[in-house]
Structure formats: C-alpha cells, structure tokens
C-alpha cells in the first residue's frame, strides 16, 4: 500500500522535463487539493518509486531519457491502476498516441494544450475512481475469503422459486448436483413436500423483509440428511438460503438425549425420564379424578445370578427380561381394557434390576392385580441366554395413587416398600402397600444401624462347633458361628442380621472381627494346652471381593500367631462361578501359607465340581438340607453318595453338616463320609466348654443302634 495514503492530503506527483509546465499543473493541482512532488525526467520518476509511491502520477508523454510510455510501463510492473493513476499528458492529440497510452497503463490522458481547470477535475476524478475500485476489489478478495470459509450451501433463488446462483459448501453436500439445478424450478429439484415448505419460507421472508429459518430433511444416499435453511430476502424479489447439514448435530442431540432418558443397557426408559413421565400422568389423573397404579417389580436373586454366572449373563437377561415387557406388556391380550391404549401404560427400569410399570386409569384393584401375576407368570418362563436357560422369578410391590401417595416420589418409595414385603412373604409374588409396611421398613433400617453400635460395643461373640470323624470321633477341627447379645432382644440368630449386614456391607468389619476372634481363639486354646487342629470361619462373598480382603487375612495371621495350617475359610459356592474370580492368584498364595479353603452349603448352588479345580479348595461341605432327608430321602441320599464319591475321585475331603440322627451318621459312614458336624455330636459351644472337649480330644458317639 503506498505510504502517502496515510497523509492527509493525496499525493500528485508531477513529470515533466520543462519546467514552467510543471509550475502550472503544481498550482493547478495543489488547488484541487493535492499535495505535489515534482520530477523532470523518468529516470528519477523510477527512484522515487522505490520510496514512497504517490496517490497520482502526471506524466509526460515525451521526455528526454526514458519517454512517458516506458515510465509508465516499468511503472505498472509494480503498482496496478487502482494502486497507483496515471494520468498522461500527450502533446499530440492523435488516436495512435492516446491507444499506446492506454496500452502502456495510462488511467486516462489529457491533450496539450491542456485546459487547466478541466485538468484539476480530472485529476480528483481519476484518484477517486481508483480509490473506489482499490476499495471494490478487498471487498470482493474479502468475501471470497469469507465465502471459503463457510462450510454451507448459499443459494440465491427468485419469488417463484428458482435457482439464480449458488455456491457449493464443503461440509454440505448438495441433494441433486448444482449443475442440476441452476435455472430450475425448487419443484423440479425438491420432494414436492419440502419444496412447498422451503417456498413458504421465502414469501414470509419477502413480505416482512427479515430473515426466516427452516428445517427440513432430505433422503440422500448415505441416508436421511438434516438441514437448516436461513432466509434473507436480497432486493424485492429473490432471497439468499444459506443451507447448512445439520445431521451430525441432529444425531448428538438424539444421542443426548437418549442418554439422559433412556437406560443404556435395555434401551428402556430410565429413572429420570420415568418420574417425568409419571408427574405428568399424575397430573392428568388428579385432573380426570382416576387412579394410577404403580408396580414395582425386582427380580428374585439376580444377585446370586450376577454372582454365580457372571455380569455379563447378568446384563444378558436384564436385557432379555426388558426386550420381553416391551413386546408383551403392549399388546392388548396382556391387558384386555381399552382405557389402557399405548400412550399411556409405560415402564421403565430404575437401574439395577429393578423395573417399573405404570396402569393409569385403573377402577379396581383386581386388575392391577391380574396384571401384576400377568407379569409374573410372563417373567418367569425360562430365558435362553447362551447356553443356559435361566428361570427367574420376581417381586412385585404396588402402590395407588392417590391412596399411597400423592407425589411420583412417595408413591415410588412405597411401591418400592411392598416389594421388599413381598420379598419377605418368600419372593415370587405381589404385594399391595399397606401403612404398615413404612414402620417395617424403619425397622429394617433400625436393625442396620444396631448392628453398626452393636459392632462398637462389643455385642457379638462366638460359638464353636466342632467337627469330627465318622469313624472315631475324633475332633478335627471347630467351626466359629457369630451370635448377637441384642441389648433388647437377646440373642440374635446369624440367619437375622447377617442378610441385613452383607446387603448394607457391614459384613465387611464384622466379618474382620469374626476372623480376628476366631484366630487369637485358637492360640489361646493352645496356650493352655487345649489343641484345636482347626478353626473354620465363614467368609461371605461381599467380604471376599471387597478391598484387600486377602492382605487382611494374611496381616491377621500375622497378629495372632496362628499357624496358618489351623485356618480354615469357608466359602460360599457361588464364587466358584465367578468368572472375574479375581481373588484366585490370592487365594493360592493363601494356601501356600498353609491356609485351608473349603466350600460351605455344597450343592445348593449354580456350580459344577469342575469349577473347583480352579479354586485352592481342599473341602466340600454337603449342606445340611441333604443330610436332613436321609437315609430315607431316595434324592438326598443320591446326592448326598455322589458328592462323596466324586470328592474322593478329585481328591477332595468331604464334611456333612447337620447331622442330628444316628441313622444320618450310619448312612454317611457307608458311603465313606470322612468327616461329620451336628447337633448329634455337639450344638456350638462358648470357647470355655469347647476347651473341654479338646482337651478329651474326640466325643464320644452314643451307641449305634444298627450296629449289634
Ligand atoms: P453355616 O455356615 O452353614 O453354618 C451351619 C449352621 O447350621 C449353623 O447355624 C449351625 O448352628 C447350624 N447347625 C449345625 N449343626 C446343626 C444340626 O445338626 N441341625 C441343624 N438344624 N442345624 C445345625 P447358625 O450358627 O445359625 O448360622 C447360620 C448361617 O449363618 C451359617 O451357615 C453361615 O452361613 C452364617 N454365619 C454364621 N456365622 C457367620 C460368620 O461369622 N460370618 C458369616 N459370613 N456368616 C456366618
Ligand atoms: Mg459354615
Ligand atoms: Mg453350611
């Protein structure tokens, strides 16, 4: 940019080798407001070019040195005419002269003998025009540039709706290529739907003159495409859309919002969108004075399904129980009631698995009650999930509005507790809520927080049973049962607390009180010569998986002294399933130490003998509900002979538990049950009373009354 554009007045400079021409055009020119430089001749002209370039040049055709015509071309090599006018002076007024002047890049000519004030017009004439088109041209590089820039189709189209003109998007693609289209009606180009709309939009935004938007979709070949159409009118009778593809935008809000609304693993609604869903139903219903039930569905033991087959069969049948409500719940056979059209019966899973159902509209509880058993009966025929057919059956809890509850939240917390009651009537059924059920409620979460204190104060304590062998009755070891001195109800059995205290993770510090006890037990038996070969503990499957269970195991042995080889950890069966199983390295470095594993309740679990292999186990447990039936019980004794017998195949030692009758123990015996715990030989005992019995070494078993 020439430098002199910054002064206040242009620069005109002046070339002419003789001088009193140059005194005239100074004068004249400094009149019509230029500032004047002088040169006499085109060698200093191109000098001067070097420094400051001038706003006008005037310049002699014919000089001596370098003529007019060469100053002039040398001169536009560097500067354009809008950059830099030149004006020539020619003394002859002939065609041939004025042609090379124009040729050379002259802006315009003026003839000698000059008139002097027409030269001063001309002179500003000239710079402005220059002015104007040097102006003219940033702003044409200047929208070009914005133009690139901008990723969206700009169309210019008529009153009628036909394409004028249009500028491709590089992130837009167009729906027909624009060479189509050019000159052609939006009818032609368009779905006859879309094009009306889009028309629509352009007589709005011609009769109020302002800018309109539009949001349309078109079927391209990748798929459907989102677009967003601005409209500004340009003049009277044409407008400019600016198109932009707003697909991908379009997908992140769906995405948003099925994200925020919608659970991810079954694709139903989720718990936010559900108690939207259901104040506004409320809404409606206090309005139209009806009734709306609200079931709240659980399904029974997904937990021990999540433990023994794996989270990802868990997340297999959450997904199968939703895919299998939304199918059914919909169809009209499921509830024969034409009150109840789609729009309004909904569900939704809360997380977990648990699953909501809402029946507005409803006159008599007989029907939510069908529906609820409907529900049931539809849930628990068996689901398919790879190779395993898994039945499950579910609780159902059901509150009314507005009975139950007034608001989407108190209604949900009370359904919610008439599930927990139907859980406690045994599970695989319904229940309505009833005031009664709140005060049960409390004191579930009552007994959470005593067994919190209890844990401070010292309530809980041991009992000891021991186990022995079939044949001697020999003692072999003790098994360490938790008791509760409740401050108010006595002794508390296990089966009470311990359910309440895996589900709130008490288990956890009770269960390190429990191994702590047991171990410093055991050397204090031995301190005063009382030996206990060993002790078993009962490990649950919270406490196992929690947070450095194994280092803890390992630190309290430490503590006590207990040679390792005197502990024994009883574990349930569902871990054996677990297929993370995580502890398993842990569990080897435990037994390394001597530590003894056994499996508690055998048999009534998920699991196969061949998932023990994996485990450091050395025992099987047969739960006492196979004991119970023999000898008579053609099942238990198959059972209970089998176990026995493949153990011994792996290996493995074989405890019964509950053993309370002679004709128990005799069977066992034949079948080669190795080792034996019951009330037949002992209840569990406080340490002091198992101290004398260790110090005996074996009990002696009341005479076989088989035997002769
Ligand atoms: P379990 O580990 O299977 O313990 C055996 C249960 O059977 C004990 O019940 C015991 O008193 C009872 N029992 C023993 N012999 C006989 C018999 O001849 N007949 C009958 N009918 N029952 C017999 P208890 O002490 O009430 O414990 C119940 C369950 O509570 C235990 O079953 C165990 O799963 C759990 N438990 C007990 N103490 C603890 C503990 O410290 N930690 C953990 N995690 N669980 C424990
Ligand atoms: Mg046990
Ligand atoms: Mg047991």
């Known amino acids: 940019m020439p430098m002199s554009e910054n002064r206040a007045l242009p620069v005109a400079l002046i070339v002419d080798d003789d001088y009193v021409m140059r005194m005239l055009e100074r004068e004249t020119l400094a009149q019509f407001g230029f500032e004047v430089v002088e040169a006499e001749d085109g ?206 935008q379009k997908l992140n809000e769906d995405r948003i919002r099925r994200l925020a609304y919608f659970d991810t693993l079954t694709g139903m609604p989720n718990r936010q969108s559900f108690l939207e869903r259901l104040d506004s139903e409320l809404l409606r219903a206090t309005r139209s004075k009806r009734r709306v039930a609200l079931l709240f569905l659980d399904l029974d033991g997904f937990k021990r399904i999540n433990d023994t087959l794996g989270h990802t069969v868990g997340d297999y049948l959450l997904q199968a129980v939703a895919e299998r409500m939304k199918e059914k719940l919909r169809t009209s056979d499921f509830i024969s009631r034409p009150a109840l059209d789609d729009s309004s019966l909904h569900f939704a899973r809360l997380g977990g698995d648990e699953f909501t159902v809402v029946l507005p509209d409803v006159d008599d509880v007989q029907t939510v009650s069908l529906v609820a058993a409907r529900l049931q009966a539809l849930l628990s025929q068996p689901f398919v999930i790879g190779p395993q057919e898994i039945a499950v059956t579910s609780s159902i809890g059901i509150a009314i509005f507005p009975a139950d509850g007034e608001d989407g939240a108190t209604l949900l917390k009370h359904a919610d507790t008439a599930m927990y009651h139907a859980k406690d009537q045994g599970r695989n059924n319904w229940q309505m809520y009833d005031q009664s059920l709140t005060t049960r409620t409390s004191a579930r979460l009552a007994l959470e927080s005593d067994i919190r204190k209890g844990l401070e104060r010292g309530e809980f304590y041991l009992l000891y049973q021991p186990q022995v062998d079939a044949e001697s009755g020999r003692i072999v070891g003790v098994e360490a049962l938790i008791r ?139 739960d006492q509900s196979f004991v119970r039936g023999l000898p008579d019980s053609v099942n238990d004794a198959g059972i209970a002979t089998a176990v026995i017998a493949m153990a011994r195949n792996m290996q493995l030692e074989v405890i019964a538990e509950g053993v309370e009758t002679l004709a128990q123990l005799e069977f066992l015996r034949q079948a080669q049950c190795p080792k034996v715990q019951g009330y037949l030989f002992s209840r569990p005992l406080a340490a002091d009373d198992v101290e004398n019995l260790l110090r005996a070494g074996k009990i002696v078993l009341p005479e076989s009354t088989t035997v002769p």
């Open 484 to 622: 509760w001195q409740h401050p108010e109800h006595g002794v508390v059995s296990p089966a009470q607390f311990i359910p309440v205290a895996e589900e709130s993770g008490l288990i956890v510090p009770m269960g390190e009180w429990v191994l702590n006890e047991a171990c410093s037990q055991v050397v204090r038996w031995q301190e005063r010569a009382a030996n206990a070969p060993r002790v078993a503990v009962n490990i649950s499957a919270r406490q196992l998986r929690s947070a450095n269970f194994l280092d803890k195991v390992a630190a309290t042995i430490i503590a006590t002294g207990i040679a390792p080889e005197r502990l024994e950890l009883e574990l349930t069966e569902s871990i054996l399933m677990d297929p993370e199983a995580r502890q398993v390295q842990g569990l080897y470095r435990l037994r390394q130490l001597g530590v003894h594993f056994s499996i508690d309740d055998f048999g009534t679990g998920y699991s196969s003998l061949s998932y023990i292999k994996r485990f450091p186990i050395g025992m099987l447990k047969i």
């Open 43 to 248: 060698e200093q002209v191109l000098a001067m070019f070097d420094q400051s370039p001038p706003n006008l040049v005037l310049l002699d055709v014919e000089m001596p040195g370098i003529d007019g015509f060469e100053v002039c071309k040398r001169l536009r090599q560097v500067w354009d005419m809008t950059h830099v006018p030149v004006i020539m002076v020619t003394g002859m007024d002939d065609l041939a002269s004025i042609n090379r002047a124009y040729d050379s890049g002259a802006n315009d000519f003026v003839a000698k003998p000059i008139n002097w004030p027409i030269l001063g017009h001309r002179a500003r004439y000239v710079w402005r025009s220059a002015q104007a088109a040097r102006q003219l041209n940033e702003l044409k590089e200047k929208q070009a540039a914005i133009m690139q820039a901008i990723p969206d189709m700009i169309f210019v189209i008529d009153r009628q709706g036909v394409y004028l003109d249009y500028k491709e998007g590089f992130a837009t693609t167009a729906f027909v290529p624009p060479n189509e289209f050019l000159g052609k009606n939006m009818t032609e180009v368009l779905p006859a739907e879309t094009a009306t709309l889009i028309q629509q939009h352009i007589n709005q935004a011609l009769l109020q003159n302002n800018l309109q938007s539009v949001v349309y979709k078109l079927p391209l070949a990748d798929g459907i495409h989102h677009y967003e159409g601005r409209i500004a009118p340009n003049g009277s009778d044409k407008v400019v859309i600016v198109v932009r593809d707003i697909t991908a």
